[in-house]
């Protein structure tokens, strides 16, 4: 009993703290600042300067790729390419942690761009693209939010092209079905304006600005001031997009993607006379038997889990993740076609997330629909799907995390508002109608829940650009600390940009 009421008292008070973060973090982005290296490093005195946080700038590369024709492959078991030279499991020249977007893209751009390496991708799930790859709007984003020159929009606007270039070249699912920004009142159009002339500035092509009666014009069920109207923005399956890379690693001749592996330590070893990093793991959530890989050097893409992930190879302690979860709603299937394009609001502080939005899907395990979402209220555990879902190692990380006390210290009063959207369906729904008010509660229906990890300075800005941790374990270990949304719409280009930063850590120039 005194069990029961401990849980429910832990819940509803991280429920008034879900509130807080998830309206902040909305308001803070467009202005708060980005947590940077020097910020980061300053905060961790105590950890070797040879192990440094960086955000270097994208070069661009011209790197062809052949389609492949394979359907998706199962993740392999400890199998060996006979290109890879003799080992416990053999000697790859990289190893990748984390089966998401981004560490299976950044995978296949080290097989791409050299040719005479190999490449093993270790994955914790029995499946590749698990968490946040799978579980996301799957929004192809154009490039309007972010800031003229940063890292960010560069790879957001040239990742958007790859993506539909490799969504067509592997008969993916997706489609170029455009999106409105919708002002619902005079004040919010400058929003519109400002986003307007940063999407021009960041090339995005062909933006309009639209009145009330264009909007209804397009969308004849949406109500707007005005609206950003983009036709390039677009939808795809970025699950299958996922799937597809790690076929393009596996049918590589130099690559493997080992499933089933929960990464447990990553050390420095002797073998042969050299140096060499062996990842070890086991089955999620046992002690044993112990599987092993060794590599010259290791690439960490861990996304909910990076930050442990690069503590286990001399990677600081800060910057943590803090998860957030994001629900949806579903049009029911006979009012599927309420919109045809993504229906987005104007972001609050022009931030990300941006809001509860309509959103087409193309997707393989979920169907065709119109997905309503998501929210954004702080998660109990890293991989909270549901409201209930609570790890104490989780809730004690958070707890102690500064400058997650300092972010939502000064915005309580917001807490009581989002807490309540996240729980009560009709509050969610009121937040829908703002966009399309003929919606209504029969109309919709339950769908899937992801979440998001999010990292916050020792301020309490949230962190809205790249962050990478370099030269760990003597210089052989590389850990992508944060590659926040847009993430699976950059994903190629990012892989771009984490190999140039591996090309100039590791020596590989």
């Not at 050299?114 to 154009?142: F, L, M």
Request: hydrophobic share 40%; proline share 5%; with cysteine.
């Amino acid at each position: 009993m005194a069990a029961r009421v401990m849980k429910r008292a832990v819940i509803a008070t991280a429920g008034v703290y879900s509130g807080i973060v998830g309206w902040a973090l909305a308001r803070s982005s467009m202005d708060a600042p980005s947590a940077t290296s020097g910020d980061l490093d300053r905060d961790d005195a105590a950890v070797s300067s040879s192990c440094t946080v960086v955000s270097p700038p994208i070069h661009r590369h011209a790197l062809g790729a052949s389609p492949s024709d394979s359907p998706p492959l199962p993740c392999a078991l400890e199998v060996t390419p006979s290109t890879v030279s003799s080992g416990r499991f053999g000697l790859y020249d990289v190893v990748v942690v984390g089966g998401g977007i981004v560490g299976l893209a950044t995978a296949r751009e080290v097989l791409l761009r050299y040719p005479d390496k190999s490449v093993c991708v270790v994955e914790k799930e029995r499946v590749v693209a698990a968490h946040q790859t799978g579980h996301n709007s799957g929004v192809i984003h154009a490039g309007m939010y972010y800031q003229p020159g940063s890292t960010m929009a560069k790879c957001c606007v040239e990742g958007a092209a790859k993506m539909y270039e490799y969504c067509e070249k592997h008969n993916l699912p997706h489609k170029r079905c455009g999106k409105m920004i919708v002002a619902s009142t005079a004040e919010e159009h400058e929003t519109v304006l400002t986003l307007y002339k940063r999407g021009v500035e960041n090339g995005v092509k062909d933006l309009r600005v639209l009145d009330s009666k264009e909007i209804e014009e397009l969308e004849p069920n949406v109500r707007g001031f005005s609206a950003l109207y983009s036709p390039n923005t677009g939808i795809a399956d970025y699950a299958a997009v996922a799937r597809q890379m790690a076929v393009d690693v596996e049918t590589s001749g130099r690559g493997q993607v080992k499933c089933n592996f929960e990464v447990k330590a990553i050390e420095e070893v002797s073998e042969e006379d050299n140096a060499v990093v062996v990842v070890k793991g086991t089955e999620p959530g046992q002690n044993g038997p112990t599987k092993q890989v060794f590599a010259r050097q290791v690439i960490t893409c861990a996304g909910l889990q990076a930050d442990r992930v690069a503590q286990l190879a001399d990677g600081k302690a800060n910057p943590k993740i803090v998860p957030f979860r994001g629900r949806y709603l579903q049009m029911k299937p006979e009012y599927r076609d309420i919109c045809s394009m993504n229906i987005y609001p104007v972001p609050s502080g022009g931030g990300i997330p941006v809001g509860i939005h309509f959103t087409p899907t193309v997707n393989q395990d979920r169907g065709h629909g119109t997905i309503i979402g998501p929210g954004a209220s702080l998660a109990f555990a890293r991989e909270g799907y549901t409201f209930t879902a609570i790890s104490w190692r989780d809730l004690g990380s958070m707890a102690t995390h500064l400058g997650l006390i300092k972010f939502v210290a000064f915005n309580f009063m917001f807490s009581l508002g989002e807490m309540w959207r996240d729980l009560n369906q009709d509050a969610f729904l009121r937040d829908a109608q703002k966009l399309v008010p003929s919606v209504t509660m029969d109309m919709v229906e339950p769908c899937f829940a992801g979440v998001m990890g999010q990292i916050f300075d020792e301020s309490g800005a949230a962190a809205n650009d790249y962050v990478f941790e370099s030269k760990c374990l003597n210089g052989k270990v590389l850990h992508v600390r944060s590659a926040p949304s847009p993430a699976c719409t950059s994903s190629l280009a990012i892989a771009e940009h984490v190999v140039n930063v591996a090309s100039n850590d590791f020596g590989w120039n």
